[in-house]
C-alpha cells in the first residue's frame, strides 16, 4: 500500500527540541521530493519546508528558519524534521506530504506537536 | 511571496446545489494552482491539479478552472459527502501558498 506515516509528535515546552519522522512505503521514496506542512487547531495550512529526492537541496518557511531542518534517509525510506527552539506558535499537526510537479498527490496522517509549559 | 485570497470563508448549502469557491492569487500563476479536500481529523486529499484536471477516482461532479489569478472551484450537485473544507494551493513560485480554506456545510 502506498502510504506515508509520520510518528514523533507530542508535548513539549517552549525552546525544546522534537524529532518527526514520516515513514514512506508503497512506492519508490528516493525518487520524490517531499514536503512538510503544518496545521495549527482549527487554522488552515501553511507550508514548512521541503527537501528534493537526494536531499542536497532544502527550503524553508522564514517562521521556522534557522530552527527547523529537513533531512530524509533514502536507504530507510524516511523524512525527518528537527524542531528545535519551538515556540508556542509552532504548536500544529505536522503532514509530511509528497509532491510531484508542485502538487501534493498523497500525505500522511499527521502528527500532533504541543508546545507548552 | 504569492499570496491566495479564498471565498467565501465558509458557504451552507443544500443537497443537490451548485457551490462555487474562488481563489484569487497576487500575481499570475498561470495554471498551477490546485484545489484540495480536507474532512474533519483527515489529511487533505488532491482534487484538483493543474487548475481544471480530476485527480484519479474523484467524483466527476468536482471541477476548477481560471488561469492567471483568477479561479473557481465548483461542486455541481453537493452531496452530503463532501462536507469538508476546501483549500487551493500555487506552486508557481516557492513557497507553496495555500489559501485559507472555504469551510462547506450543509443547509
Known amino acids: 500500500e502506498v502510504q506515508l506515516v509520520e510518528s514523533g509528535g507530542g508535548l513539549v515546552q517552549p525552546g525544546g527540541s522534537l524529532r518527526l519522522s514520516c515513514a514512506a512505503s508503497?512506492?519508490?521514496?528516493?525518487?520524490?521530493?517531499m514536503h512538510w506542512v503544518r496545521q495549527a487547531p482549527g487554522k488552515g495550512l501553511v507550508w514548512v519546508s521541503r527537501i528534493n529526492s537526494d536531499g542536497s537541496s532544502t527550503s524553508y518557511a522564514d517562521s521556522v528558519k534557522g530552527r527547523f531542518t529537513i533531512s530524509r534517509d533514502n536507504a530507510k525510506n524516511t523524512l525527518y524534521l528537527q524542531m528545535n527552539s519551538l515556540r508556542a506558535e509552532d504548536t500544529a499537526v505536522y503532514y509530511c506530504a509528497r509532491e510531484a510537479t508542485g502538487t501534493f498527490y498523497l500525505w500522511g496522517q499527521g502528527t500532533l506537536v504541543t508546545v507548552s509549559s | 511571496d504569492i499570496q491566495m485570497t479564498q471565498s467565501p470563508s465558509s458557504l451552507s448549502a443544500s443537497v443537490g446545489d451548485r457551490v462555487t469557491i474562488t481563489c484569487q492569487a497576487s500575481?499570475?500563476?498561470?495554471?498551477?494552482l490546485n484545489w484540495y479536500q480536507q474532512k474533519p481529523g483527515k489529511a487533505p486529499k488532491l482534487l484538483i491539479y493543474d487548475a481544471s484536471n480530476l485527480e484519479t477516482g474523484v467524483p466527476s461532479r468536482f471541477s476548477g478552472s481560471g488561469s492567471g489569478t483568477d479561479f473557481t472551484f465548483t461542486i455541481s450537485s453537493l452531496q452530503p459527502e463532501d462536507i469538508a473544507t476546501y483549500y487551493c494551493q500555487q506552486y508557481d513560485n516557492l513557497p507553496p501558498a495555500f489559501g485559507g480554506g472555504t469551510k462547506v456545510e450543509i443547509k
Open positions: 500575481q499570475d500563476i498561470s495554471n498551477y
Open positions: 508503497g512506492f519508490t521514496f528516493s525518487s520524490y521530493w
